[in-house]
Each structure stands twice: as C-alpha cells, then as structure tokens.
C-alpha cells in the first residue's frame, strides 16, 4: 500500500506533512465491501450469487426458505459482524493506547468476565426454583434476556472499575485491578458451573464460542447506534489519544485532561467491547491483533489515521473470520472465537517477528 | 459370536434372530404367548445337566439370553459363570470391556486375564448411576437389589421412589449437576454395593469407572445408549437382568414391548404420506440434531414419519448450522422436541425467526417434558427408555391420530399456542 | 560585574517588563498522605527571563525533580505561587497553559512507527481544533520548529529509528511547536554521549538567545551547566534555592558547599570535582601552557603534590622541541634522565619513590641526550625485576 506511506514529493513552501492519500482509504474500503458481498454470498447453503441478487432486488421467483436466509439470517449477520469487528477493533486500540500496552485487549479490565459472569447467572442460577434457572420459569429465557444480563454485567464490572479508575493514579494499577476482576469472574462462572445442568451447561459453553450469526434485526436496531456511538466517541478522543501516546507527562503538558479522557477511553471502550460480548459473546484476538495491523501498515501510531484504519479492517477482518467459521459448503458451523484465534494469533506473530516492534520506540 | 457349551446345545434355539421378528410380526397377537412358552419350555430343556464327571455343575443357569435388537453386548453361558462383553462403551473405544459373572459358591474359572472384573450373582446389592436403567427394575422384579442411585430426586418408578423414601436406596450423586455429576465415593462405600453400573463417555472428566475401580469398586460399564435403534436400547435390560439372573423375565418382558412396537411400527409402514418432521432447538448459530442413524430418526420413521435429515448416516448428534436447518427443515411439518423451550412464546424469545417456519405457524411443535418432575427429572429418560413402544405410540398418536384414536399422549404435550397478545 | 551583566541581558531582549515564568514565595514538595506535608524547598522567589538558559543543578534526592514538576504545573505547590507571562498558573486553563509552556522529559513515548513530522505537529494540540487537524499556520509552526532544530531531513523517518540524539532533538522540536515563552527540560540530556551532549546544550543556548525564550534545564552535567548556563540554580538538601551566574556561584563558594559531600570535592581552580586522595611525594613542577596543565593533572592523579619549581627535592620539567615534548627528572643528587611519554614518568617517580632514581642508566645520562625509547626500554625493565 504504497500511497500508504508518507507523501515526500516537494511543494511550494513547507512541504506537506505524512499523511495518507485518499486512494489508499478507498482501498481499504473496498476491500471491507469486498468482504461484505462475500460473506453474504457463502454461507452454510450454497446459494447462488444471482439468487442472492434476486433477493435483493426484491424480484420473485425465489423459494422462501433462500429468501428468508438470505434476508433474515445473512444480511444480518453481516452487519452484525462489520460493526462487531469495528467495535473490538477500536476497543482493542483505546486499550493498547491508554495502557501503551501491546498487549492489551478490550477485555483487559475484566469486561468480558462480567458479562460471562451475568450469563452464566441467567443461564444457571436456580435459586431455589428447583431445576430451572430464574428465566426459564418465569417463561423468559430468551436471546433478549441473555443480552440484556451479559450487558448487566459488564456495566457493573464497568462501574466498578470507573470508581476505582477515580481513585488511582497510576494507569498500571488500573490494569492490574481489572485483570484481577478477571480472574474473579471466570471462577465464579466456574463456581456455577459445577450446578449446572446438561443443558444449561451446553448453552453456556455455546455462548462462550461467540457468534454473529444469532442477531437478528430487532436486535441490530439496538445493536448498531450503540455500536455507532461508541466509534463516534473514540473519533471525538483522537486528539487526546495521540497525546496520550507520548506519555500522560507530555499528555498533561500539551493540556489534556488526562483524568477526564481516560474516563472517556475507558467508558468508550468498555460500551463497545461490552456490547459486542452481550450480543455476541466474548470474541477474543480481533481486538488485539487489528490495531498491530493496522499499526504495520499504515506505519503509523497517529490515531487520525489508526481511528479510520481499526474501523475498516475490524469490520473486514470480523467479516473473514465469520466466513471461515460458517465452513462454507459444509454442515458445521466452527466456533468463532477458534476462528478469530486461528486468524489473529499469527498476524500478531508476523507483526512482532518482522522485527517491527509497533508500539515500542526501539532501539 | 455365542458360544456355548456342547453339553447344552441340544435343546438351545438357534439364532433365528431375523427370521423371528418376522414371523412375530406377521403372527403377533396369536402367536405371542405360546411362542413364549414354547421359549421357556426350550429353555428348561436346555438346563440338562452333563453327565461327564466333573461337571456336575456346570449348567446352573437354566435360562439363557438371546438378543435380537441390541448389537453392543454379548453374552456367552460357561457353565459356572456367564462372560458378558460390552463391546463399543463409547464412540472411539477401541476396546470394550469384558464381565465374568460367576454364579454363587462357586470360584471363577482359572487363567482369567489380569484385571478382570468378576461379579458374584445374582447381585443382592447394586448401584446404579444413571436413571435411565430405573425403571427396569421393577419390571424384572429386583427393585429390592438396588440400593444406591445418582440423582434419587429424578425418579418417578413409583417402587423406586417409595424405596427411596424409606430410605432403602441412597443417594450416592455428589450434588453437581448435569454432566458435571459424580460419584460421591464415600456415600457410595457406605451404601457396600457388590457393583456399581455406570455409563462410560471415554471422556476422562466425566467418566466414573476409572475412578471405581481404582476405589475396588466393581465397575459395570452399560452402553445402552450407544444402540441406534430403540428396541436395541431396551434390550439391554437383558444386560441388567444378567446380573440378577433374571434371563426368563427379562425375555417375556422385553417380547412383549418388542412385539408391541413392531406392531404399531407396522401400522404406519404403508402410511400415504409421511409428515416431515424437525427435531431439536439451536442456541445461538448451532443446531444439535440427531443424525439420520440413530435412534430418534428410527422412531421417526417407525412413527409413520420423515425425518429431514433421514439421509445422514450419523448415529450421533451433529452440529447444523442454522442456515442449513432453516433451508431443509423450514417447511417441516411438525416440530418434535424443542428442548427447553416449553412454549410458543419461548421459543419465539430465544430466536424471533423461528415464528417463521412453517410447523410453528401451523401450532404442530410438541416437546417430551409433560412428565418433569419438581426436581427436573424428565420420566421420558426413565420410564420412556424402557417403554419404546409406548413412546412409539405418542409418536404415532402425534403423526398419525387416525391411527391411534383414544391414545392420550405420555410423554409429549403440545407447546401451548401463542395469546394474541403475545403474538 | 554583576549589575553590567544583567544590564546587558535586559537590553538585548528589549522588553523588560513581565518576565516569562516567576514564582513567589514558592515552597515545593509533595504531600504523601492527606495529613502529612513534605517540604523539599521552600520560600522560593526565582525568575525566568527571556533569552536565558537557566540550569538547575543539585545533588540526587534534593528535589530538583519536584520544583521542576511544580514550576510546569503537574504538582501543586505547598504555598505561594507561580506565575506565567503574570498570570497565575493555577488560574490558567491547561490549554493556556499549553500555550506558554513546554516541556521536555525523561519518558520514552510509544510512537516507534510515527514520522518524525507527525510527532512534532502534536505539539500543535493547544492550538488545533477538536480533530486535531492542522491549519496552514500549524504546519508552518511545525517545520519552523524542526528548522529551528535542525531536523528537517529526518521529517519523514519513524521516531523508532532514530538514534538517541535524535529523537531528543525531535522531542525538543515537539516543545518548540507548542511556541511556549518558557521551555523546560528535565535532564534532557540523560541518555546521550559527550559529543551530543555540546550540541543539545549548544542548540538550547541558540533557541534562548535568538529565539526569545526562556529555558530552563535539570542537569546533572555539572561541566557543561557551568559552561554554558546564563544562570545556575542550585538545590541542595533541604533548600534553599541559590541563584547566580555560574561563576559568582563558584567564587562565592556556594556550588563547593552544595555539592558538598564525602567523597568528591569541588575545586575552584580546576572548575571540576576532584577526588582527595592522600599525596605520597611532593615533586615540583616546572612547566607551561597545554604540555604543562596535562603533566599536572597526571601528576596529581598519580598522587604527587605539585608544587612550584624548587619546592621539593626531586624536580620536574616538561621541554618542549619542535613539537615533540619530553620530561627531564632530576632530583637533588643532579642526576637527570630524560623520557618521552607521561607514562615512562610516572613509572620513572615510582622507582624514585623507591629511592632507585637513575639507578639505571646513570652513565653518561646527565651529559647526553639519551633516546628516550631506549631509556624507557631500560627502564621498565628494571621495573619489571
């Protein structure tokens, strides 16, 4: 991507500074609509790409079985995954970035726990109803409740971590607090495991493998502005995101507000990262392994162009991660979050072993 | 693949497995009962003893096992002992496992192979891990053999349960629930069973017969879940009744479940049309359906109906993505077994696209849990196990009223429909 | 002297009313629970004028880090105040603050891949609008201040790249971007070799002088300060702070009474720490110009009192012929021996020590010019047995 990298031809007065050229984005936007118009086309069922147009150009002729895969199932699973990926993407930035950690992720301060924390309570707890789950008896038990208790719980774990976020000083801390709330919630999910029953203990297990494929249109309406503040926020924090980047020291001296914007990266991220666990479940590695892309490519740590950059490549690479995981002409479905793993593991690999340390001032 | 002492071939039945169950089939109301004694009677002649010297007693079990339906067990008669196979425990086992039941009084023969597990019987006292086998019990007349059970607050045999209330069986579960139950060793050393039968999954985590040996416990692996066929399922309560020797009862019992299922499977051979049929509920992206193999899909095509994926050849239960459900099984006609769905409105919660296919609109969605317990316990995995034919006979009864008129369901109730309001 | 000096300063910058950066009455420190109070200078009255390099020097653990903080506004002052351009910083917003100040510190920023340019215009974030984007007048301010630097040619590199000078410079043109009236720089040349270390504080002096700032650096380069800075601000332990031009501190003893300590001591004479060692032998010396300060400095190392020309019995003297310098040694007995390197002399004085001067050698030694490699053969010979 050679429009990519900085402009060096000479001008009239200063020259211009690095900046990334506009052939290069719509490139890359491309190739997020490439993704897009695949991943509607494969799927378990091999439909035509004709029939798929067919569909959604309204014409008839086609049985409703395709019709409805397409409409109701597909379509939606593709938007699902572009704003999922965009959303993971971004999260997994803020973190890195706040913490100028590489290694950090979006569910570094313990979100996904939470939220795996209010399945698991959903799905199992039985107290003292006998066999069912609270939900299952009073008639509940649905996608929507799972949402709305894996969201619970990752906005508590979010609260908790904001109050202390007020208190400590020091970033490290922070990260350490939240690894720690962490841990705390996968024990006790494991604790409620132990009385689970056989099928509460596959649904949960399920939930845990993430999937894009189980949202449907009524809840992508709540899904999708959610998802779209969210990225509207980091957009807004650009500019202190760079600053942070030099250091909270520097930060301070340049005039930002290094409490309230991490307030602010923290909320933002903890929604995003937060909503995509409760819709989807918790997807590892796309947040982690999309920035270092996105850092190796455009060769750059400048959030201006790194915002965009996540937005794009999230939403693509989430759409090939969910492609490879409908098996595509096969039966089976493989679980996404082996997917993304399989997928993001060795881009973080290949980023590091090509010697360019991306978040590091080297040596 | 039996073999039997040459003393006591004379009076044996050979092994006319197929050409018995057809000939009951086409004689089954008349035949039955004189075919039974014809059986009995085979049998007693075959209890001659030798007259060899030295073997005085090597025919003390007067009434031997034939099996029919079942391929995962085997039974071989020496005498003195019975030597029971299990063959295929588990998906991947590659090897099985072997029992020497050795009648009372009497020493297990020589050179057996290190490690085997040898069973006094007729036991006197069992334990038993899965609910699944209960309600043969009572049927066979040995209830009072059983002393120790996983999950005593799951059952619903009524001679069980009351034996269960006095007391008499304890409860040897750990309290986890779900696959995560175990065997709670000391309840169990306190409940001295001379066996203990469990179920193996070759999965280390969740298998109890390692652990029991390692205890000196005598770990009796049952593998009646791995038969693809219903009748195959229940036919091991012959396995069951081996330990009890029990052989003559559990024949007549079994034959006569048998008999009635063939029976009734006949009615809706030549049915004109056959109802497709869906089974199972997803979560989330993936449906776990039964394959085309197995036993669900049997008693689907037993019950007079089309299973969608009557062409798969797994036996075991496969992961579909949701796509290919909705492509193949969206205009089934009725939707059986709904897993934890007990509504209309339920099942709308859990995915709102399943108001779309075509047995949820027409109302024909039933699921298997009209007799749950307070505790969970579902009798369709107890008493249902042991009664295919009656379960049949819901099947049938769902597909095919015309042809079982008056047969109130047992096991399966019709979800409730939607309230306008809530539609 | 002073008063001219501080004259001249005043006219060459032309304005001489509200001076960059002043505090009143200051008293820094930093308090480690809500009720306990830890003073680490207090009653400080400093100012920063324009087109002065200020170097605030002071022992390890005196504070120098906590006053710097303060001064920049990341600490909050125990008492009094401090003020920039006359307004004071605690009622300033950031941004403001921004505008005025800049800083310049030890933390190693996590922009490996970023373009020299791009990590410059961030010093543009108190004047750009939300998105940070850059206006004409930004992206001006920012080659100006890479010009100002020197780093033009390194726009487009990845700050990762670069070596340590570098990215400091880099770094210093960031603060310069931010066009503050005050640049201060915490130990801005830690990390950096000798050679750097010149430039870095040649270039600060450039930017103060020519470009109207006042800059105020913590440094540990004790040489270099004193060289270099208009005026030295020292901290010891417990305050208070002393200011002055570099060399009234030193006259007036004060810098000798900061740095006081254990070990090293400072020498007025020399403008550099010594380390006291106790003298063996007094020898003198007598000796001029380069040749004559470097056999000094070798002797005194070695351990000898130097004293002038006929103050101890062994004497002596560095002779320089055509370029090439050589040493005679004599000692009371007239015995003189001749040698070509510092070192043969040294070793030579050992032998003296030993009370064996010339016990080599001594024919014909005082009468002829002897090849000092031929001497120093013998000599280290001897040594050696």
């Known amino acids: 991507m050679t429009s990519l990298r900085p402009d060096t031809s000479p001008r009239h007065g200063p020259p211009s500074l690095p900046h990334v050229g506009a052939a290069a984005w719509w490139a890359l936007i491309s190739v997020m609509a490439a993704a897009f118009v695949l991943e509607l086309c494969l799927g378990s069922v091999l439909i035509p790409p004709r029939t798929i147009w067919a569909v959604l150009s309204g014409r008839e002729g086609v049985p409703d079985a395709v019709r409805e895969i397409v409409l109701l199932y597909r379509l939606p699973r593709a938007f699902t995954a572009m704003l999922g990926g965009a959303a993971l993407g971004m999260a997994g930035l803020k973190m890195q970035t706040l913490f100028r950690n590489p290694l950090a992720d979006p569910f570094v301060l313990g979100i996904s726990s939470g939220a795996g924390l209010g399945v698991a309570l959903v799905v199992f707890a039985a107290w003292g109803f006998g066999f069912l789950s609270v939900l299952e008896k009073t008639g509940i038990l649905g996608n929507t409740a799972l949402i709305t208790a894996a969201a619970m719980g990752s906005a508590t774990v979010l609260c908790v971590i904001m109050a202390i976020a007020r208190r400590v000083e020091n970033t490290v801390t922070l990260l350490i607090v939240g690894l720690m709330f962490g841990y705390i919630g996968s024990a006790l999910v494991n604790v409620l495991l132990q009385f689970a029953l056989e099928h509460q203990m596959q649904s949960y297990i399920a939930w845990t493998f993430g999937s894009f494929g189980g949202v449907t249109w009524r809840q992508l309406g709540v899904f999708s502005p959610v998802i779209l503040a969210g990225l509207a926020l980091a957009w807004v924090l650009v500019k202190p995101l760079n600053a942070l980047l030099l250091g909270e020291g520097y930060a301070r001296s340049m005039g930002v507000n290094v409490r309230r914007t991490r307030t602010g990266i923290i909320l933002g991220a903890s929604i995003l990262s937060g909503t995509v666990t409760a819709t989807c479940g918790p997807i590892g590695f796309l947040g982690i392994a999309v920035p270092h892309l996105c850092r190796l490519v455009c060769r750059t740590s400048d959030h201006r162009i790194l915002v965009p950059a996540v937005i794009l490549t999230g939403a693509a690479l989430a759409l090939l991660a969910d492609m490879l995981a409908q098996a595509p002409g096969t039966r089976v479905v493989l679980p996404l979050n082996s997917v993304t793993s399989l997928i993001g593991a060795p881009v973080v690999i290949g980023v590091i072993l090509r010697g360019r340390r991306t978040m590091e001032t080297g040596t | 693949m039996k073999q039997t002492a040459p003393e006591v071939r004379k009076g044996r039945r050979k092994n006319l497995a197929p050409a018995m169950a057809l000939l009951m089939a086409l004689l089954a109301p008349a035949f039955t009962p004189s075919g039974l004694a014809w059986r009995a009677e085979g049998a007693e002649h075959g209890g001659e003893r030798s007259d060899l010297p030295g073997e005085r007693s090597t025919n003390l079990f007067a009434e031997k096992t034939c099996l029919r339906y079942a391929h995962g067990f085997d039974i071989s008669y020496q005498g003195t002992y019975k030597r029971i196979e299990v063959r295929r425990p588990w998906r991947d086992a590659s090897e099985g496992f072997v029992y020497y039941l050795v009648a009372r009084g009497h020493d297990p023969p020589p050179d057996l192979p290190r490690g085997a597990i040898v069973v006094p019987v007729p036991i006197q006292r069992l334990a038993v891990f899965s609910t699944t086998w209960t309600a043969f019990f009572p049927m066979l007349g040995i209830e009072d053999a059983l002393v120790g059970m996983a999950g005593c607050e799951w059952i619903h045999t009524p001679e069980i349960v009351s034996r269960i209330r006095q007391g008499q069986i304890q409860e040897i579960g750990d309290g986890g629930r779900g696959m995560s139950r175990k065997i709670h060793l000391e309840r169990l050393t306190l409940v001295r069973p001379e066996a203990v039968m469990v179920y193996a999954t070759g999965i280390p985590e969740f298998d109890q017969h390692p652990k029991l040996l390692e205890a000196g416990f005598k770990a009796v692996v049952n593998a009646s879940h791995m038969e693809s066929t219903p009748l195959g399922r229940t036919e091991w309560i012959k396995f069951v009744a081996a330990f009890f020797n029990r052989e003559a009862e559990a024949e007549r019992v079994f034959d006569e479940i048998a008999d009635r299922y063939e029976a009734l499977a006949q009615k809706t051979r030549h049915v004109a049309h056959r109802p497709t049929v869906l089974c199972n509920a997803a979560w989330r992206g993936t449906w776990y359906v039964p394959g085309g193999a197995g036993y669900i899909a049997r008693f689907l095509e037993d019950a007079g109906g089309r299973y969608v994926w009557s062409d798969d050849t797994n036996a075991g239960v496969l992961p579909m993505a949701i796509e290919t459900v909705v492509q193949r099984a969206r205009d089934a006609e009725y939707w059986i077994d709904t897993n934890q769905a007990r509504s209309l409105a339920e099942l709308l919660a859990i995915d709102e696209r399943y108001g779309r296919f075509a047995a949820f609109r027409s109302g024909k969605v039933y699921n298997n849990d009209a007799r749950v317990n307070a505790r969970g316990g579902n009798d369709f995995w107890e008493t249902g196990a042991a009664r295919p034919d009656l379960v049949l006979a819901d099947l049938v009864s769902i597909l095919h009223p015309e042809l079982l008129p008056g047969h109130r369901l047992i096991w399966y109730r019709r979800l409730p429909q939607l309230t306008e309001d809530a539609r | ?385």
């Open chain 3, 1 to 385: 002297m002073k008063e001219t000096c501080t004259v001249e300063y005043r006219k060459s910058t032309g304005r001489d009313q509200v001076p960059p950066l002043e505090t009143h009455r200051l008293t820094v420190g930093y308090l480690p629970s809500r009720r306990e109070r830890r003073p680490v200078a207090e009653g400080i009255d400093v100012v920063l004028r324009e087109g002065e390099l200020v170097c605030l020097l002071g022992p390890n653990g005196a504070g120098k880090s906590t006053l710097i903080r303060t001064l920049a506004g990341m600490l909050k002052p125990l008492e009094g105040e401090v003020r920039l351009s006359g307004d004071r910083l605690s009622t300033l917003s950031a941004r403001e603050v921004a505008r005025r100040m800049s800083l310049v510190l030890t933390d190693r920023p996590a922009v490996g891949l970023m373009p020299v340019a791009t990590l410059v215009s961030l010093g543009r974030h108190p004047y750009t609008g939300r998105t940070g984007r850059l206006t004409r007048k930004d992206e001006e301010a920012v080659w100006k201040a890479m010009a100002d630097v020197g780093i033009e040619d390194l726009a487009h590199r990845a700050f990762g790249e670069l070596s340590d000078g570098e990215r400091q410079k880099a770094m210093i043109a960031r603060a310069l971007a931010q066009e503050p009236s005050v640049l201060i720089l915490d130990e801005a040349t830690a990390y950096l070799d000798l050679p750097r270390r010149v430039e870095l504080m040649e270039l600060l002096l450039d930017l103060a002088r020519a470009g109207g700032r006042a800059v105020l650096l913590s440094t540990h380069d004790l040489d270099l300060a004193l060289r270099c800075a208009h005026r030295l601000w020292l901290l010891p332990h417990g305050g208070p702070l002393h200011t002055g031009i570099p060399e009234d501190l030193v006259l007036q003893g004060t810098f000798a009474e900061v740095f006081a300590g254990s070990g090293a001591r400072f020498d007025a004479a020399s403008g550099a720490f010594t380390v006291p060692c106790t003298f063996r032998e007094t020898v003198a010396l007598k000796a001029d110009g380069i040749v004559g300060m470097w056999t000094y400095r070798a002797l005194e190392r070695a351990g000898y009192r130097v004293v002038a020309e006929g103050g101890a019995r062994l004497c002596v003297e560095a002779v320089q012929t055509v370029g090439v310098a050589s040493w005679r040694i004599h000692d009371g007995n007239r015995r003189k021996i001749t040698v070509g390197s510092l070192e043969s002399l040294l070793t030579l004085l050992e032998t003296a020590d030993r009370g064996e001067l010339g016990a080599v050698g001594d024919n014909g030694a005082k009468d002829q010019p002897t090849r000092a490699r031929d001497f120093e053969a013998a000599l280290l010979k001897s040594v050696r047995s």
